[in-house]
């Protein structure tokens, strides 16, 4: 405190006896000082890195000298949060998570394998009237329907030509309190990738009336590139105004 410092010689208060020299000489030299980094003495012995800045003043008609002190001692505890948090994220960028890399119109995409809950040949879809082309209908999945949607359409590339390649990811989309499973139909899955963050970088920046929301990232391995969808976005922006709410439940329904 204020008063443990007043009570001791400044003499004593300094850790290295050369910076209160030096103190001294700036502030003989300059007439004042500002924010002289040095550590002082604490009462029970222990130090504490500080700031000094000092300057003459005349105080009740006698030349004085208006000295303060302030501790750094929080701002070097921030400092070491700041390098820790930075450290944590170059660590994570080291990182890889696992990746499910598959093809729609030629190109690679890729979704995060925990958001996979597992991945079916084609299936019997029957369509829902009053839905967007781009949702094919649902799919019995062991007694649950499951919303179906064709990436390609999705994309603009029109319905998927199914071949004996063609695949359905199947995914569960938790939002809240509400939980449901939907499906994405794709050329073919090529393969589970794992990328390191510092090769994900953001999506391109297009024309404000274009959302790209649903892509988190794009991914450069080696000389290729991933499109990396968010599958939560895809739900929010595809699936969630265009599937009857009965199909967005998580339930089982008799079929």
């Known amino acids: ?8 010689n400044a003499r004593d208060l300094y850790k290295n006896k050369a910076d209160r020299e030096k103190f001294l000489s700036i502030l003989q030299n300059n007439g004042e000082v500002c924010n002289f980094e040095t550590e002082l003495k604490k009462k029970d012995g222990s130090f504490f890195l500080v700031y000094l800045s000092s300057s003459q003043i005349v105080f009740k008609n006698e030349k004085s000298l208006l000295t303060v002190i302030y501790d750094l001692t929080d701002r070097l505890n921030s400092e070491k949060e700041i390098r820790e948090l930075k450290e944590k994220l170059d660590r994570a960028k080291e990182r890889e998570k696992k990746y499910l890399i598959f093809t729609v119109c030629g190109e690679e995409y890729g ?11 084609i299936m019997p879809i029957t369509p829902v ?8 209908g649902v799919a019995n999945l062991r007694g649950r329907l499951v919303p179906i949607a064709d990436l390609r359409a999705i994309f603009g590339a029109g319905a ?4 004996e ?4 990811i199947i995914s569960e989309i938790q939002r809240d309190t509400e939980k449901s499973l939907i499906g994405i139909i794709v050329d073919s899955v090529t393969e589970i990738m794992g ?3 510092k090769d994900i970088e953001p999506p391109p920046k297009l024309d404000q009336d274009i959302d790209l929301s649903f892509i988190s990232g794009i ?5 290729n ?5 968010d599958i939560v976005r895809l739900w929010e922006k595809f699936f969630r105004q265009s599937v009857p709410q009965v199909f967005q439940a998580d339930e089982s329904y008799p079929v």
């Open 1 to 8: 405190s204020a008063e443990d410092i007043l009570k001791q």
């Open 111 to 121: 979704i995060c394998l925990t958001k996979i809950k597992e991945i079916v040949g």
């Open 129 to 136: 009237p009053d839905t967007p082309d781009f949702i094919r």
């Open 160 to 163: 998927a030509d199914t071949t």
């Open 165 to 168: 390649r063609t695949c359905v």
């Open 195 to 197: 990328i390191r963050g």
């Open 219 to 223: 991914a450069r391995v080696g000389d």
């Open 225 to 229: 590139v991933k499109i990396l969808l």
